[in-house]
């Protein structure tokens, strides 16, 4: 089955400085990425996805990058906010698939 | 404002009690998961329903049985959980059929369930 790493577990950086989220997968047949967000208290919340086809997302401050053929794929986030500490989670999964696979999780802490 | 309602947000309950948690998506989707969130942990996908029909267990034990009456309503019922069970149960749904296979699953804000 899919197995999906993510590194780093903990980061800390200074506001508006930018922060970077890497996800490596072991399915060749995954196609689909999305990144989630998840905030205190709450469930996760996608803020970005990429699909196989296209090797970069971008969405204001947030962007997916994905290299299919080292099988890995990163969150890039500029100008970083304090509201954007939270924890972030990759996955992955293939078409027609509906189980996505998750990374372990890493927690961004933005230093005022 | 999630989409996806989920009742109780917290829950306490013995070992031998029986409960159930209640996940409801207004998203018009026809797919529904139930999650298990541990700390330092993946989420684990534990069960999948498409259009009411399980279509995945995760080899979870038979002390939790999930039920969907329709595609709107998921439920999982809980029966004489051990410790480790204490986790945060997240639901989840999606758009699925035709070309929406790989349509984003969007989350509930979970119930944080408590094993004394």
């Known amino acids: 089955g899919e197995n999906v790493e993510q590194h780093p577990s903990t980061l800390s950086v200074q506001e508006g400085d930018s922060a970077v989220i890497k996800c490596t997968y072991s399915d060749s047949a995954s196609n689909y990425f999305p990144w989630y967000k998840q905030e205190l208290g709450k469930g996760p919340q996608l803020i970005i996805d990429?699909?196989?086809?296209?090797g970069e997302k971008k969405d204001q401050r947030i962007a997916v990058t994905l290299n299919k053929t080292a099988k890995h794929f990163s969150l890039h986030i500029t100008e970083t906010q304090p509201e954007d500490s939270a924890v972030y989670f990759c996955a992955a999964s293939h078409f027609g698939n509906e189980k996505l696979t998750f990374g372990t999780g890493t927690r961004l802490t933005i230093i005022p | 404002e999630t989409g996806v309602t989920q009742t109780p947000r917290h829950l306490v309950m013995g070992m031998t009690n029986k409960k159930s948690l209640k996940c409801e998506q207004h998203?018009?989707?026809?797919?529904m998961y139930w999650y298990k969130q541990s700390a330092k942990k993946p989420l684990e996908l534990m069960f999948v329903y498409n259009f009411k029909e399980q279509t995945e267990n995760n080899s979870v034990p038979s002390r939790f049985s999930p039920e969907c009456p329709n595609s709107s309503h998921l439920f999982l019922h809980l029966h004489t959980l051990q410790p480790e069970d204490s986790a945060l149960y997240l639901c989840?749904?999606?758009?699925?059929?035709?070309?929406?296979?790989?349509?984003?699953?969007?989350f509930g804000d979970g119930t944080r369930l408590s094993i004394l």
């Open positions: 998203l018009g989707h026809n797919a």
């Open positions: 990429i699909r196989s086809n296209v």
């Open positions: 989840a749904s999606s758009p699925r059929g035709g070309k929406k296979y790989d349509q984003p699953q969007h």
